[in-house]
């Protein structure tokens, strides 16, 4: 199974991505985590060092960052 | 079954982030057409009626657009 962490930060524009992006994907093939970077800020470093620059964004586990549109700058969340 | 249009103009950005977002998908749920702007460019203005402001992008069939990372605006591709 692979792994991805699908982080964002709670705006509206994430938590639309986020449904249509969990509506897409394929359970049984990608595991995939929510890292909520509004609500757990302690999980901004473990974000920046993956390389995403803004939310939402999907982080797989190739290494891969698929930044999906725009909703906040990971600076406009510190 | 769900239909999307994954629009694209062959750059790297594209290409990479169309074969992720193919093995993400679930391709029993969604049916994935392949937009190719660079080849076809009579399907730029459907594209852009859709709201894709830039590509690698996917248009669901509920209207909404998934712009993912940026690989080119459409301005660039006319």
């Known amino acids: 199974m692979k ?3 699908f982080y ?7 938590v639309s991505e986020e449904q249509e992006m969990l509506n ?6 990608v595991e995939v985590e929510i890292g ?3 609500d757990v800020k302690s999980r901004l470093p473990e974000a920046e060092n993956s ?6 964004a ?8 698929l930044h999906i549109n725009y909703g906040a700058g990971i600076a406009d969340l510190k």
């Not at 999907?58 to 960052?65: E, I, T």
Request: proline fraction near 6%; include cysteine; glycine fraction near 16%.
């Open 24 to 29: 897409l994907i394929d359970g049984n093939k």
């Open 51 to 56: 390389g995403v620059k803004s939310v939402p």
């Open 36 to 38: 909520h970077l509004g």
């Open 58 to 65: 999907l982080v797989l586990d190739n290494g891969h960052v």
């Open 8 to 14: 964002h930060a709670g705006c509206p524009v994430c």
């Open 3 to 5: 792994k991805a962490v």
